[in-house]
């Protein structure tokens, strides 16, 4: 047999068996999910949920009001239109099955059953809904950083956390995901499973302002602040930042700072605690006030993970699916904190995040920097800058 022969041979065996998996497929659309419009959980039980606002919530994690916003805002970016095969899923219904998906953690599969859309399908949907979320919500809900919007923050964290001059909180997190198809250890963090990284700042009202999502999960904060957009604007001299003030009476003018942990490294415009154990006095003090402010970053997340149960398990979509998924969680996150405010259990439980350790000597900074900090170091235990109940901290 020649070559010729083999090639047509090989031919006719592979149109076989196309032919005989073309015959496997027995439904075009399987009875169970032709009734979605009988029995699928959107159209049975929506408008049951629309009657009682406290069930509403807790199935969409917001109310009537600020779905129905969400849905004037979305509808025309996720509608779709029919075929002569079947009618499109409309984008209420779109935009309920996203919502569900992010509320609970369920699979794809577990919603197929529920809404009665094949699981596919729901993939195709809530990959949609999420980057059209982020496309035409992101502006909306991370306010522009104009100097006023910075001396609202600064003013924010002076008031609510007693640190003077902080732009912000920054820290990252670890968003558990499924080992990606041939990335090596590229994602394998310090913890021993895969993961990609939120880097956020937030305000002292637990609002995002920044985010930077989708770094490898072995990266250390430092390394992914410094390549981060904010950071080159920062550098740059572009964020609108108000000018150095002072924070005590005839004090010296000191920068505006964002605060984070000892994985970053001490720069000008960012503040880190001290290093080392067995402390004198006055840097504990520091430390424990930095602390106070930074925490605000980690009930940010707190209340972001347990609002959106998805993050309660790993993602087992691709790394540029689950990048959507977090940044539309992040949209949706201050979307529903600016209009219905944070519920008590949304704060209550532990966080399921991993706090991002430093896994390399960071360098403190030059004279002036450590000058600064120490600046801000002696207005905590002076008259004027401390809290009387500071000292049983430490």
Partial sequence: ???????????LLLKRRRRRRRQKRTFWVHPILELREQHGQFHHLFMELRSDEEKFFNYFRMSKSSFDELYNILKSHIKREDTIMRRSIQPEERLAVTLRYLATGCTFMDLQYSFRIASTTIGKIVRDVCRNIWIHMKDMCMEQLTKDKWKDIINGFKKNAQFPNCLGAVDGKHIRIIQPAQSGSSYYNYKNYFSIILLAVCDSNHMFTFVDIGS???????????ESCLYKMLQEKKLNIPPPSAISQNGP???NVFIGDEAFSLQENLMRP??????PEKKKIFNYRLSRARRYIECTFGILAN??????????????????????????????????GNKFEDTFEGLPYSIIHSTQQVRPGGPMLTTIREEFANYFVSEEGKLDWQWNMI
């Fill in 274 to 279: 001290y290093g080392g154990k067995n402390l």
């Fill in 1 to 11: 047999m020649d070559s010729d022969e083999e090639a047509l041979l090989l031919l």
């Fill in 216 to 226: 490898y999960g072995r990266h250390a904060d430092s390394t992914i602040f410094e």
């Fill in 253 to 255: 003018l000191l920068p």
């Fill in 307 to 340: 609002k959106w149960r998805i993050f309660h398990r790993p993602l087992n979509v691709n790394v540029d699916f689950a990048v959507d998924i977090v940044k539309s969680s992040c949209v949706l996150h201050n979307y529903v904190k600016q209009r219905d």
